[in-house]
């Protein structure tokens, strides 16, 4: 079974600009939860959607947003780019959501904000 | 403030010493899971101990689980090379869906 694919893997922006990250989780799974991670911050929750709905979201300002399509896969936006959002942004999916069960990771993809 | 710290931050130590790192809260968890995390790739889950006291283990790797579930342990004999990676704890934070994590333990190990 395919794992969990993020494109693209590296992006460079400048500041200012907006970027669109993309996921596609492992077929069957309908959550799909994405996350930023820095070295100094570690892994932070940005949001979760299940089912095309965004059930939670962690505290990063309404410059980052997400939607979900009926095939469950997601994609991620951040708009007027900064250089704080230089990061890991990885995404993980699981069957039904739900914090206790294993969550799938992909890869990533690493931005810098130039 | 993390509601997960872990500790030490970073390890380096020589092929075939053993090793605990440490992921502590104030909080109670119903549960803690573990997660390698190597270089250019997403975490992988290693293991979830769900039981106040519970000792579960992995080949060299043995995860503990605090009688009080505020923390866990992971000790590593004898280590190798391919262990190697960053290690994080997560925990759900009460019924809602979103894990807390803790910042890692990076771990080295020399040949």
């Known amino acids: 079974k395919a794992g969990v694919t993020q494109t693209p893997r590296y992006l460079i922006k400048t500041r200012g600009q907006q970027v669109t990250l993309s996921c596609s989780p492992i077929s069957g799974h309908r959550s799909v939860s994405w996350y930023q991670q820095t070295p100094g911050q570690g892994l932070q929750f940005l949001f979760e959607y299940f089912s095309e709905t965004q059930r939670n979201k962690g505290n990063f300002p309404g410059r980052f947003s997400g939607r979900q399509f009926s095939n469950s896969r997601s994609e991620m936006n951040v708009s007027t780019l900064e250089l704080g959002d230089s990061a890991l942004y990885l995404c993980?999916?699981?069957?039904?959501?739900?914090?206790?069960?294993?969550?799938?990771f992909g890869p990533g993809t690493r931005l810098t904000v130039l | 403030t993390q509601l997960l710290e872990q500790s030490p931050q970073f390890l380096s130590i020589q092929e075939g010493e053993n090793l605990t790192v440490y992921c502590n809260s104030s909080?109670?968890?119903?549960?803690l899971q573990w997660y390698r995390q190597e270089p250019g790739e997403g975490p992988v889950l290693l293991v979830t101990v769900v039981t106040g006291g519970e000792v579960k283990k992995l080949k060299r790797l043995t995860f503990q689980f605090g009688d009080a579930r505020k923390d866990s342990s992971l000790h590593i004999t004898a280590a190798q090379p391919g262990d190697t990676g960053l290690y994080l704890c997560?925990?759900?934070?009460?019924?809602?869906?979103?894990?807390?994590w803790g910042a890692g333990t990076k771990l080295i190990i020399k040949p």
């Open positions: 909080s109670v968890f119903s549960s």
């Open positions: 993980a999916s699981t069957r039904s959501g739900g914090a206790e069960n294993e969550q799938f």
């Open positions: 997560a925990g759900p934070l009460d019924s809602n869906y979103q894990l807390i």
